[in-house]
């Protein structure tokens, strides 16, 4: 098993070295720093289920590691990147995760894409006390020293489409979610954000992530008439629903807002006439014009082929991830995890094909510019950039400066 | 009254879908006491070939309705005469060696396809039902599903085929001593169970998604609706499909998807047991 | 008693101290041999490793179809962790992790048993149960779904769920070395249980009925009856391969109900040997192994390899590894006994003919 | 169809069935049979195949649950009891096929038929007994699915009295058997006799005349005689529903 993730490691370098032609890699790994190297290590679904967006994740930590080491690395020793495939399997984030913490002993872990996946491997990484960075946007509300999230969360994303839903089409809102926490919560966020702003919710739907008939969901909706309808839907299978949707002829009748469409492959694989004028919020898109944001896409367009792209939040988040912890071992002068917390805890800031990212002290969440966009033949159309824009929702119960011991999820009460 | 309309569409369109995923898996238990349990990934196996073939650019009804049965009939056959014919009798051990080829077809497709869902543009658009918007479509699946009942009770009833496979079913023995091979007969009805799942799959695609274990969300359904039909294969799993259809569709119009779903499996399970013979070992004995 | 007859007792008896001791050498060996990681793995192993053995207990010698063994594994990982976090002391979650499935078994088993449901059927119908199962504690999202102070958490599970401790002390948690001691017992506790079960006026009955349910109706014994108790004793020792399941991890999610977890245990048994008891455990040690070594690359899909042996052992191999090796080893030994192989390695025939006749 | 019979004892009977019918669809397999057997009595069952001897024994078992009528045994009404109960009360049965349990050696079948009403000890020294009885030793601790058929009955024969039954039904013992071997079934069907109550069905009409005292005569359902073994095998019905069944 240990002989298998070795030549599967060596693989990964090797198809990175391949890619990236006369970039760094060779230098290093021929040279190498004659220091012991910094482990990071990553956990994230190359296969299964959530392995389209898992593999870009994937790329783009290989993609994040090998800038760090061609720059020289972190205090004058290499990085070396510790990656399992978790196979979209619960049991393996547990097994791998142990062994990233008990027997590769690695520095730091920057993975985990579901909620699920996520709560699995935070009580293994407090207990081993190995520092962890999950890079996805997600519902908010982890609390927990030990760990730093980079994505976005509802109060910087969703409050934004349900505010110009709000003004552009009307003030009753339809909410479909995926039945599990990150949809429950949403649709907790959305249904606050709606009231806030003066709407209404008519009806609420969850489903499990395994629904693929939408049809008699379709008919509820139509039969309470909503202004918008706003989904949370998640995954391969609901992506069904927007198929379903356009089929019954409901897509120029009732606008729609999400907010997680187009995070996978959507644009890419459904008919633009059914995608076009969904209106959805991220904290990057990959028509962003920002010489950051260009580069970043070339970089790994450079590595991994032209084909990619389908880049989008989750990669640039777990690009920021690993760069802010970066950062923090330069300002910390070490990778001892407490010394490292200390340093992102005060409030560290960089610069990514994101915009200016700023971890925030009291919740562990990021600062972060967002942006309103829609797709319109296959591209993003950007609509709006909301610059700094705070985790409002994780803050206002998280206080990790106050209560450094708080160690929970925090769930909207409305 | 216009939602009426709308939700009994709906209620006889998850009647077709139903009857749809489960004909294939009904005729190969019905005619040879095999339970396929690779059933779900035949269905698969067919939306992906009508996936591959729209992107190839074939018409869409043929790559739909026509390609799919064809190509996973074909497949069929060879399952058929590489495993399965070496386990006949052997109940127990077709259902393993069925569950074996399903997790190697899962496991083949996502090493080709990758792991992503892919999807066949819906060919017709919608219509009204008073003010409620309604798919086109739904009635390509009512239609398809009329034809594939049509199609094979006229099969079973009015063809030589269809008189030697119900004489196989009654007694392999006995149509064996009048010079029928029931090897050949088991050969042609696992084809032909087969080109309906692919036929199944190929007509779902382009509702649902296509991804390599999309079986799974079907199999469990297909199998309760195959026992609650019992022996009458066609009758049988009509029936079946109708009463299942109707609990599933208006449990989720009241409810939501998963306790339709739930109200559907608890409901088989209840009939199972009432009737252990499925409805058809009780009533309309005599159908088809 | 002939001598034969004594001697065929005393080579079991001396198997089963083998086994037994080979156990228990593992047991207090391994802390010594491999690192903490190590013995993280080997609980997993034998966390499925009584898993197997629940579902090579149910199939392979009371010739039941039990194709849906997760929920029970499931049931028990639940119902431990719901009581764990609610209870805070884990003594009496372990008991309520075995006597949940076993309560559940019962009555299902009372519903399929006596109402006259028959083998192909049970196995259906077990399936069906695990996924309603699945389904259901999949639609638990929400602060809504709680039993005490646990939430069921729906689909992303239950994080954090607190480990045993030493009774009483619900402060002294195991660590992952305490954890190791409570699962790899648990086996050898396990397999003792059921060599002796087996060896057991009730245990010969069971596998009577297997054989020829008619017969052992004929003779006066209530095969509904017998069906029912092995049924419930194996949920039960699902139930605690749930638990330590959950020690394991920390953690439990809707998965564990999942079609894939039925289907590797039935795997695991397939391969090991059906109607033996090592054999399940060597099949689950080898394929789990499998698994995670195949969790390492990601150029071929994992299922693809176990779609491959399932088609392959039940062509081949139909026997498993196990009897297979043993018949092997007596046709190159003296050939004492090949009565005894040949009785050792016989399955419990599931084909039915095409209709039931009625023979007059 | 009452006392016809000589002789008949007036003791209680320990088997009555009355008026038993058993109809599949549209066939009367049975038809209206009214059967008593007294305790400790020896009776042969014949008649054609298809005449209804099995479906009765089927009845008298539990296997199957009669269409109308009652059975009876000693006090109890054991019409449509669950075949282990009705085994409960003390009734045993060698089925027509070898019924036997394949992967288990002999001598555990035989303990299988022991173990049920008594403890295990003594189910050991029961199975001993039994082995030597019946000449099975030396096969002991072979596998059933293994030998021949004629062994096999032995077998399920050895199963069957293990259990101690009162009433032992025998379907076709004889059968597939040498003529040796037929010789030492008609033995032990005596032997068992002399404390149990006993019901044969056979063809083999040499074999009826070796072991029978009366005979019940059974055809298309129904009971077409019951006499002593003399008169019935001399009766020309008997003969003409034998041979023209046969012949056909």
Known sequence: MTQDTISRRRALKLGGAVAAGTVAMPFYARRAFAAEPIKLGSLLDGTGALGLEGRRMIQTTQYAVDKLNAAGGLLGRPIQLIAYDTQSTMQLYSQFAQKLALEDKVDVIQGGITSASREAIRPIFDRDKTLYFYNTQYEGGVCDRNVFCTGSTPAQTVDHIVDYALKTWGKKAYIVAADYNYGHITASWMTKFMKDGGGSVVGTDFFPLDVTNFSSAISRIQQAAPDIVLSALVGANHSGFYRQWDAAGMKGKIPMGSSVFGLGDELTTMDPSTTNGIVTCYGWYNSLTTPASVDFVKGMQAKYGADVTDLGELDTATFDGIMLWADAVKKAGSVDRDKVIDALESGITVETPSGKVTMDPKTHHTIRTAYLATPKDRKWDILQTFPDQYPADTAGACDLIKNPKTNKQFVPTL | MDLTGLVAFNVVTGIATLFLITIGLGVIYGMMRIINLAHGEFMMLGAYTAVTAVDHGVNIWVALLVLPPLVVGLIGLAVERTVIRFLYGRMMDTMLATWGISLGLIGLVTTLFGNVVKAVPTPVGSFEIGRYGASLFNLVLIGTALVAIVALLGLLRFTKFGLVLRATMQNARMAAALGVSPGTIYMATFALGSALAGLAGGVLAPISGVSPDMGAAYIARAFITVLGGGPAIVTGTGLASGLFGFIDELVSFQTSPVIGDVALLCAAVLLIRVLPQGITGRFLRRSL | MTPVHLSARRRSGLSFLAVVGAGLAILFGAPHLVGTYGLVQLTLFAAVAIFALSQGFVWGFAGIMSFGQAAFLGLGAYAYAVAAIDMGDSTVPVLISVAVPMLFAAALGYFMFYGRISDAYIGVITLTVSVILFQLTNATSGSQYHIGQAELGGFNGMPSVPPINVPGMPDDQLDQTGIWYVAMGSLVVVYAFLRALLASRFGRVVVAIRENETRAQLIGYDPRLYKLLSFTVSAGIAGLAGCIYVNWGGFISPTVFALSMSAQVIIFVLVGGLGTLLGPILGAVLIQGLINAAGGQSAVDPNLGLGIILVAFVLLIPQGLLPTARALLARAGSRKEPARAAAETARPLAAQPLAPETRR | ?248
């Open chain 4, 1 to 248: 169809m009452t006392a016809t019979r000589p002789g008949a004892a007036p003791l209680r009977p320990l088997l009555q069935a009355t008026d038993v019918s058993m109809r599949f669809g549209g066939v009367k397999a049975v038809d209206s049979v009214n059967f008593t057997l007294g305790e400790v009595e020896l009776r042969c069952l014949i008649g054609p195949n298809g005449a209804g001897k099995s479906t009765f024994f089927k009845m008298l078992t539990g296997q199957l649950k009669p269409s109308s009528g009652q059975i009876r045994l000693r006090d109890a009404d054991i019409t449509g009891a669950h075949p282990h109960e009705i085994a409960r009360a003390g009734v045993g049965i060698k089925t027509q096929v070898p019924n036997v349990f394949n992967a288990l050696t002999v001598r555990e079948n035989v303990f299988i038929g022991a173990a049920r009403r008594t403890s295990v000890k003594r189910a050991d020294a029961i199975v001993d007994e039994m082995l030597v009885r019946l000449r099975l030793t030396s096969i002991a601790s072979l596998a059933v699915g293994q030998l021949a058929h004629g062994q096999r009955q032995w077998v399920e024969i050895a199963t069957v009295l293990a259990g101690e039954p009162e009433l032992v039904l025998l379907d076709e013992p004889a059968a597939g058997m040498t003529q040796d071997e037929v010789h030492r079934t008609a033995e032990l069907i005596g032997e068992i006799n002399k404390t149990h109550a006993l019901i044969v069905v056979e063809h083999d009409m040499p074999f009826i005349r070796l072991i029978a005292k009366t005979v019940t005569v059974f055809n298309q359902g129904r009971i077409l005689m019951e006499d002593d073994v003399g008169r019935v095998l001399a009766d020309q019905r008997v003969r003409d529903v034998y041979l023209g069944k046969q012949a056909a």
